[in-house]
């Protein structure tokens, strides 16, 4: 029996088969093109875990037949690592031969342990490459960031999640097709990881041990994961019933009833930033002018999702919530603009009405634009009675009681 991990045998062997990244490998990419160049420089991997970092690193050692040597930063120390940077120094100039020195949240040296890197990162003695979920910005030292890459690595999303747990199963390295996995346990073994591919794979190698008859089905995944499998499809009715439960709740002033419908929707797996965007629709819809904060606080709940992700973000989307449904309730802007758009779709497209025109040369002005334009700040309380509708429309009202 094959102790490896299955996250550790399945790996991609080459960068065709990496998901999620085309941005770097895809054709006339920049991973694609230092391959094709056959240059091979120092960089940093900045991506979620689980993406595709340390399988990167793994295949230009590979691809540029270079010795491949694996730290992590929260178990090593500098002085370690210092040794062999001295030792592949030396391999450098006898053999001509690179060496990758693999450092794994490289964030977690402080700035002057960083600085143990650069002057064999400057000769070109080893070739630097550094993982790690921080911003690099913030957490490296701007001497290293000058001498190294930077490349942004995606999280995966659902549908790379359910094709590296296929890949895995039905691989001879993997589970060689020995077990059905059901479509059901598939989808939920890509929806609780998260993006995180090796949290699935672990996911799919833990509930094949746990399975007796060679069917990896929901119950058996429940059991493994210790989290129940909330009903729910992303692409399907589900999807809608629940964004519109959320939704009425919300107009309803229900803030019990909008937490249950939104963690029923983040526990399932949906994407954090689908529910931000609609509760900043919901802001401008069933608010509006009502409450002018609704929309601010709505925009910064999706800045914070986005900014710190999951689970840390459910709660400024929980406290968005909650203040939408306890906020004044208007769809009056709502309204006011579906009869303005209406009106400029079916009327007869005047033309602009010449005292408002903007009259930047003096043959505009000798034409007659802005002629007779009354500028409301020469007014008391910057009030004067114009007209600013064309013709057709004039004195038409979208807003009551203006």
């Known amino acids: 029996m094959n102790k490896t991990p299955l996250a550790d045998r399945v790996r991609p062997e080459n960068f065709e088969k990496v998901l999620g990244q085309q941005h770097l490998l895809g054709p006339g990419c920049p991973i694609t093109k230092q391959v094709e160049k056959g240059r091979l420089f120092s960089m940093i991997l900045f991506g979620p875990p689980g993406s595709g970092k340390t399988t990167i690193a793994r295949l230009f050692a590979k691809k540029f037949s270079a010795d491949f040597i694996s730290f992590s930063a929260a178990t090593s120390g500098i002085v370690e690592i210092k040794k062999y940077m001295q030792q592949s120094e030396k391999c450098k100039k006898l053999y001509n031969r690179d060496t990758i020195i693999f450092i794994d949240e490289i964030h977690r040296f402080n700035k002057a342990q960083q600085d143990a890197f650069l002057p064999y990162v400057e000769k070109g003695s080893i070739i630097l490459v550094g993982a790690t979920t921080e911003n690099p910005s913030f957490e490296l030292n701007s001497s290293l960031l000058s001498r190294v890459k930077v490349y942004m690595i995606n999280p995966l999303n659902f549908e790379d999640m359910k094709k590296i747990i296929k890949r895995a199963s039905a691989s001879e390295k993997g589970l060689a097709n020995k077990f059905k996995l059901t479509p059901e346990a598939l989808n939920f073994i890509a929806n609780i990881s998260d993006g995180d591919?090796?949290?699935?794979?672990?996911?799919?190698?833990?509930?094949?041990l746990a399975s007796r008859e060679k069917i990896i089905d929901l119950r058996i995944v429940e059991d493994v994961v210790q989290k129940k499998a909330l009903k729910y499809d992303k692409q399907g009715e589900e999807h809608y019933n629940l964004i519109s439960a959320l939704h009425k709740s919300l107009r309803g002033s229900d803030p019990d009833a909008g937490l249950y419908w939104l963690a029923r929707m983040l526990e399932a797996g949906e994407d954090p930033l689908y529910i931000a965007?609609?509760?900043?629709?919901?802001?401008?819809?069933?608010?509006?002018?009502?409450?002018?904060?609704?929309?601010?606080?709505?925009?910064?709940?999706?800045?914070?999702?986005?900014?710190?992700?999951?689970?840390?973000?459910?709660?400024?989307?929980?406290?968005?919530?909650?203040?939408?449904?306890?906020?004044?309730?208007?769809?009056?802007?709502?309204?006011?603009?579906?009869?303005?758009?209406?009106?400029?779709?079916?009327?007869?497209?005047?033309?602009?009405?010449?005292?408002?025109?903007?009259?930047?040369?003096?043959?505009?002005?000798?034409?007659?634009?802005?002629?007779?334009?009354?500028?409301?700040?020469n007014y008391p309380d910057a009030e004067v009675d114009q007209e600013y509708m064309p013709k057709n429309l004039k004195k038409r009202k979208y807003l009551k009681g203006k």
């Open 277 to 377: 965007r609609r509760l900043v629709r919901f802001a401008v819809e069933d608010i509006g002018a009502a409450d002018h904060q609704a929309i601010v606080v709505a925009i910064a709940a999706k800045d914070a999702v986005d900014f710190i992700g999951r689970p840390e973000g459910d709660l400024a989307l929980a406290e968005c919530v909650v203040y939408l449904a306890m906020a004044p309730k208007s769809n009056e802007i709502y309204l006011a603009y579906e009869q303005a758009k209406e009106d400029a779709l079916k009327t007869l497209a005047e033309p602009v009405p010449m005292h408002i025109r903007n009259a930047p040369t003096r043959l505009m002005k000798n034409l007659g634009y802005g002629k007779g334009y009354k500028y409301p700040h």
């Open 197 to 208: 591919a090796r949290v699935a794979l672990n996911a799919l190698e833990l509930s094949s």
